[in-house]
């Protein structure tokens, strides 16, 4: 019975992969063709620049189909068991429903772990890179069109931050600082042309800087001193992650990152709803698998006629689609409605698996 479970094992996994990377192969096409625009646009950015920067996109890619594609590969293998018998066999053999679950269990934890280790390292590093790759051959920094908006509290007062643009060193540019005293009133106004960090330090070391300090009592009656400087360095708990997140995707970082800025927008009294429902998708995410690979193990109790596994396939990929779907469904609607984050991203997942369940319940007691 291992022998035959490891054969399963290895069937689905092939399954898997072989999905896996056709959906790959068009992505890939649709990124390539998108990037012939740069092409195009950019003088130092040519076809070689383009296919490589395709490429360093593969691993979000891989991160964000593997629960469809692990949905799909074991519907078809167990489809296929069923259709050719080989899965009454297995259960005739003593492969009752339990160790049926169990043994499909075990694949969905290990795509789960494969999943996490894309998102939460492979897929990041990757996309740092081709940002970083692009970035030398156009001569562009990654630019936000609004800017990164963020505020901290201190001993003395709160300070609003914009920065404009970070570049993949972790040189930001153009940055605004705005300190309030504990009143609200304005006190001063510094901008920078550039600042790296120093992280041993937690001080950012900014170049190009203009400060004006606010005195008086009235806003009329204020009068400022100004202090131009070829150097300020600037202490606050801001880092490069946070930057980075309130910049870019918060879909495309860490998970460790992302929960560093939402314990950092909750100590300065922000909003953290939307970034706290991002985090607990990407907890989530990985789980997903084992939430897919379940809800294949039912169509290995049907019976099929020949021509059918098409169909079952097409079935697969519907309710896949279906998940992920809701799944940005109930993200928004979390985000609208404040509901708790966990719950928001753990919704999807905890009705699929119900269903799953309780279909599979219904035809093992069927039988």
């Not at 504990?182 to 041993?200: I, P, Y």
């Amino acid at each position: 019975m291992s022998t035959l479970r490891r054969l399963i094992d290895a069937e689905i996994f092939w399954s898997v992969a072989t999905v896996t990377l056709g959906f790959l192969g068009l992505f890939y096409f649709f990124d390539l063709v998108e990037e012939l625009k740069a092409v195009a646009q950019y003088q130092g950015y040519g076809y070689a620049q383009a296919v490589i920067y395709s490429c360093l996109l593969i691993p979000n890619h891989i991160y964000e189909l593997l629960p469809i594609t692990v949905l799909i590969g074991t519907v078809f293998v167990l489809a296929r068991l069923a259709q050719s018998s080989e899965f009454t066999i297995l259960r005739t053999s003593g492969l009752g429903p339990v160790q049926a679950l169990r043994m499909l269990a075990r694949l969905g934890l290990i795509f789960a772990v494969i999943t996490w280790v894309m998102g939460d390292y492979m897929a990041p590093w990757a996309e740092r890179q081709a940002k970083q790759y692009k970035a030398v051959a156009t001569g562009k920094a990654v630019i936000s069109q609004s800017g990164a908006w963020l505020r901290e509290r201190g001993t003395q007062g709160q300070q609003t931050i914009n920065i404009s643009a970070a570049k993949l060193n972790g040189e930001i540019t153009d940055i605004h600082i705005y300190e309030f005293d504990d009143q609200g009133k304005f006190k001063s106004m510094t901008t920078a042309l550039s600042g790296t960090h120093d992280e041993e330090n937690e001080v950012w070391h900014l170049q190009g800087v203009q400060r004006r300090v606010f005195t008086g009592t009235g806003t009329s009656a204020m009068a400022a001193r100004l202090d131009v400087m070829a150097n300020w360095d600037w202490v606050t708990h801001v880092t490069p992650e946070m930057v980075s997140v309130a910049l870019l995707n918060p879909d495309r970082m860490p998970t460790y990152d992302l929960f560093r800025y939402v314990r950092y927008l909750q100590n300065n009294d922000q909003s953290s709803q939307r970034y706290e429902i991002v985090f607990w998708n990407k907890v989530f995410y990985p789980i997903s698998c084992l939430v897919m690979i379940v809800l294949a193990l039912p169509f290995a109790y049907l019976h099929f006629r020949s021509g059918q596994i098409a169909n079952l396939v097409f079935v697969g990929v519907m309710i896949g689609v279906s998940f992920f779907l809701l799944n940005n469904v109930f993200g928004h609607i979390g985000n609208l409605q404040s509901w708790s984050p966990w719950l928001a991203a753990a919704l999807p997942g905890m009705i699929y698996s119900l269903i799953s369940l309780l279909a599979f319940g219904w035809l093992v007691l069927r039988r």
